[in-house]
């Protein structure tokens, strides 16, 4: 090939040499313009392009997580409450849960009842851990309570059995008096109006509370007339006391004249102050009614 080049003529080749010259100088321009230019000036349209593509690519993420989302996340969406009539001691917990009712209060409520536990008015559905007292007052209006199937089937027994029984004759005589803090099931049920159901009921609230005071507590509990009372006295009793700047909640709330809310007071007032000292810091708080304190009193230690 290069030995065709010298058959040329020395103005051909002077020729071929010059086109050979200036086809390198543009091919080197070229190359020089796209590898060797300053960013600055680069055409701004790519810069343009490049951001639009990058904001294009996550919109398209964004569209396909939102798609993602809507078919695999079904957790169920909370509902609004539907406020009616219930009874706490029948209701189960889809009818807690639509009233509004968290499902931890929910499981205390039904743990509460497994136990034993019985709700006689709308006030002792309040002491149940975790509910609040907003919740409370806007339940209240709907609670609606049937004391008579709630009590223990203890009393349904006694009658169902009444039948099948012969009638004993080892009820106590008129004018008998047993002490009220030392009578066992046994003792009570040979009152006359008094069965199974009863005396365990008696024996079940005098464990809560600590103790009887006065033969007129008894009264607090359902089916208990006063035309009983004829049968028992209090003598010396000895009462369980309620270490007040030393018990916790649960402790506290369990008592039959406590509450959530009480117990909750005395709490913070510990927190807050300190112990407290007497009767007269817990009338400061409009937690406690005088009627509370005053049957509180003998119950309390403030050591």
């Not at 904001?55 to 939102?66: E, Q």
């Not at 975790?130 to 919740?135: F, M, N, P, R, Y």
């Not at 002490?179 to 009921?201: E, H, Q, Y």
């Amino acid at each position: 090939m290069w030995k065709d080049f010298f058959y040329y003529s020395k103005s051909e080749r002077r020729a071929i040499i010059v086109l050979l010259a200036v086809a390198l100088v543009l091919s080197t321009v070229l190359v020089g313009r796209k590898y060797l230019m300053p960013a600055h000036v680069l055409p701004v349209l790519t810069e343009d392009e490049e951001i639009r593509s990058f904001l294009s690519h996550l919109s398209m993420k964004d569209s396909l997580y939102r798609e993602k989302s809507v078919f695999h996340d079904i957790r169920p969406l909370p509902q609004a409450a539907v406020l009616r009539p219930f009874d706490p001691n029948k209701a189960d917990s889809s009818t807690f849960r639509s009233l509004g009712l968290p499902s931890f209060v929910v499981r205390n409520i039904l743990r509460y009842r497994e136990k034993g536990g019985i709700f006689h008015t709308p006030e002792s559905f309040a002491r149940i851990y975790g509910l609040s007292e907003a919740s409370f007052s806007k339940l209240k209006p709907y609670i609606v309570i049937d004391v008579q199937s709630s009590v223990s089937t203890s009393l349904k027994e006694e009658r169902d059995t009444a039948d099948f029984v012969p009638v004993r004759s080892d009820k106590y005589a008129e004018g008998t008096v047993i002490d009220l803090n030392l009578a066992d099931t046994a003792s009570l049920k040979r009152i006359p109006g008094i069965g199974r159901g009863l005396a365990g009921m008696i024996v079940n609230y005098r464990k809560r509370l600590g103790g009887f005071y006065a033969v007129t507590q008894l009264q607090e509990i359902p089916y208990l007339d006063a035309e009983l009372n004829h049968w028992f006295v209090v003598k010396n009793p000895q009462l369980e006391k309620l270490r007040v700047n030393r018990a916790g909640l649960d402790e506290l709330r369990s008592h039959p004249y406590m509450d959530f809310y009480k117990a909750r007071a005395i709490l913070e007032y510990r927190r807050k102050r300190g112990n407290i000292k007497g009767l007269s810091q817990l009338s400061m708080m409009e937690e406690f009614a005088e009627k509370d304190l005053e049957r509180l009193l003998p119950y309390l230690s403030f050591d």
